[in-house]
T-cell receptor, first 111, second 114 residues
Framework: DAKTTQPPSMDCAEGRAANLPCNHS???????VYWYRQIHSQGPQYIIH???NNETNEMASLIITEDRKSSTLILPHATLRDTAVYYC????????????FGAGTILRVKS | EAGVAQSPRYKIIEKRQSVAFWCNPI?????LYWYQQILGQGPKLLIQ????????DSQLPKDRFSAERLKGVDSTLKIQPAKLEDSAVYLC????????????FGPGTRLTVT
């Protein structure tokens, strides 16, 4: 079962930052936070992951609160192509531990 | 680098018929996954392979679903006989050893059972 809570949908204006929240209040010390997205009719795409420090890559930034009970994925300058379902997943490291996808957040970027 | 390849992209069959899906992972990726995604839901893991061996098949309906990964490279997922509730997108993913949280997904096969 998914261990995260995300809003069902969000809207964002093109060119503005999209901030997607995720609640994972029962996260354990050895669980990482992963973000994936799924554009319509495509397979999910890995975005970023982190344990307790903030992370940034070419796609997004991940901000994890100090108590690790919630996180925010930031797309700094959203474009229409960022319209997708965004999944927040907590997962214990190790190849035998699976990703459990919830319903995610539908992000609509509007011009 | 080439991504995860899947075929066919679409398949329509009648209930009680059989169907097979094929997946070729990214070269060098030891771990291969099959997911089922029902419309409006997130993907659900059916089976995970590490090279030739099965790591997790706890969610695979073994009375009708089977999967194999011969030679540790490509894989097939079979459904026999299909039911109406098997209508879904079947996704294949792969990952490098030690980075199993970073999975690369193929485009999926959309199965419709009538």
């Amino acid at each position: 079962d998914a261990k995260t809570t995300q809003p069902p949908s969000m809207d964002c204006a093109e060119g503005r930052a999209a901030n997607l929240p995720c609640n994972h209040s029962t996260i354990s010390g050895n669980e990482y936070v992963y973000w994936y997205r799924q554009i319509h009719s495509q397979g999910p795409q890995y975005i970023i992951h982190g344990l307790k420090n903030n992370e940034t890559n070419e796609m997004a930034s991940l901000i994890i609160t100090e108590d690790r009970k919630s996180s925010t994925l930031i797309l700094p300058h959203a474009t229409l192509r960022d319209t997708a379902v965004y999944y927040c997943i907590v997962r214990v490291a190790g190849y035998g531990n699976k990703l459990v996808f919830g319903a995610g957040t539908i992000l609509r970027v509007k011009s | 680098e080439a991504g995860v390849a899947q075929s066919p992209r679409y398949k329509i069959i009648e209930k009680r018929q059989s169907v097979a899906f094929w997946c070729n992972p990214i070269s060098g990726h030891a771990t291969l996954y099959w997911y089922q995604q029902i419309l409006g839901q997130g993907p659900k893991l059916l089976i995970q392979f590490q090279n030739n061996g099965v790591v997790d098949d706890s969610q695979l309906p073994k009375d009708r679903f089977s999967a194999e990964r011969l030679k540790g490279v490509d894989s097939t997922l079979k459904i026999q006989p299909a039911k109406l509730e098997d209508s879904a997108v079947y996704l294949c993913a792969s990952s490098l050893g030690g980075r199993a949280g970073e999975q690369y997904f193929g485009p999926g096969t959309r199965l419709t059972v009538t």
